[in-house]
Nanobody
Framework: QVQLVESGGGLVQAGGSLRLSCAASGLPISRYTMGWFRQAPGKEREFVAASSGSGNSRLYADSVKDRFTVSRDNAENAVALQMNSLKPEDTAVYYC??????????????????WGRGTQVTVSS
């Protein structure tokens, strides 16, 4: 049974940092594109970042580029999202996701195969 479990969310002031983690079980993440999405109240789920199976290629949404960094430890079967210079508009539930196909069409969330339950990130102004 595949499980993706996010952790590390919380409340932070604008300009601060948080590091989200995603622990995977039941699948070898080295064979999967791993990504992060977020969903704010009243808004659709949106793509944040993704990492190829090897970790050598990464994609980011324009809104988080140069502030967020996605990384992975295939040996630990875990993925992380380092979030710096946080803004109130980054407030959302953040979800970890995995897809077997390559780093294409990452922004289309139905293309992803597995999802975590999410972790809340709240950025106060």
């Amino acid at each position: 049974q595949v499980q993706l479990v996010e952790s590390g969310g919380g409340l932070v002031q604008a300009g601060g940092s948080l590091r989200l983690s995603c622990a995977a079980s039941g699948l070898p993440i080295s064979r999967y594109t791993m990504g992060w999405f977020r969903q704010a109240p009243g808004k659709e789920r949106e793509f944040v970042a993704a990492s190829s199976g090897s970790g050598n290629s990464r994609l980011y949404a324009d809104s988080v580029k140069d502030r967020f960094t996605v990384s992975r430890d295939n040996a630990e079967n875990a993925v992380a999202l380092q979030m710096n210079s946080l803004k109130p508009e980054d407030t959302a539930v953040y979800y970890c996701a995995a897809k077997f196909t390559s780093l294409v069409n990452v922004a289309v969330f139905p293309n992803w195969d597995y999802w975590g339950r999410g972790t809340q990130v709240t950025v106060s102004s």
